[in-house]
């Protein structure tokens, strides 16, 4: 099972951009299904991108298609976020995960987590 280290977070003007990174260890990252999701202050924590082992597949929420993109690096053991056009609503904790499903990755089945990174988007 790996452990998982999110790096990147930061305070934002609206419009701006941010490339949040996990780190993997202490497993086989190229094995995983890894994900981002978020949470923001009194909300649930909500799905926001997933990348299948090979980084063939994608899958994104609506809400942030077109304006976020999620890869890997196998070699490096790491997962990207890279986020443009932040707008305030994108404010929230960002947590890396890793999961050994199919398909998009679900809170329920991701077996390891980060431990947040806070992006503030600034209006």
């Known amino acids: 099972q790996v452990q998982l280290v999110e790096s990147g977070g930061g305070v934002v003007q609206a419009g701006g951009s941010l490339r949040l990174s996990c780190a993997a260890s202490?497993?086989?990252?190229?094995?995983?299904?890894m994900a981002w999701f978020r949470q923001a202050p009194g909300k649930e924590r909500e799905s926001v991108a997933t990348?299948?082992?090979?980084?063939?597949?994608?899958y994104y929420a609506d809400s942030v298609k077109g304006r976020f993109t999620i890869s890997r690096d196998n070699a490096k053991n790491t997962v990207y976020l890279q986020m443009n056009n932040l707008k305030p609503e994108d404010t929230a904790v960002y947590y890396c995960?890793?999961?050994?499903?199919?398909?998009?990755?679900?809170?329920?089945?991701?077996?390891?987590w980060g431990q947040g990174t806070q992006v503030t988007v600034s209006s």
């Open positions: 995960a890793a999961g050994y499903g199919f398909g998009e990755l679900r809170q329920t089945t991701a077996r390891s």
């Open positions: 202490g497993g086989t990252f190229s094995n995983a299904v």
């Open positions: 990348i299948s082992r090979t980084g063939g597949l994608t």
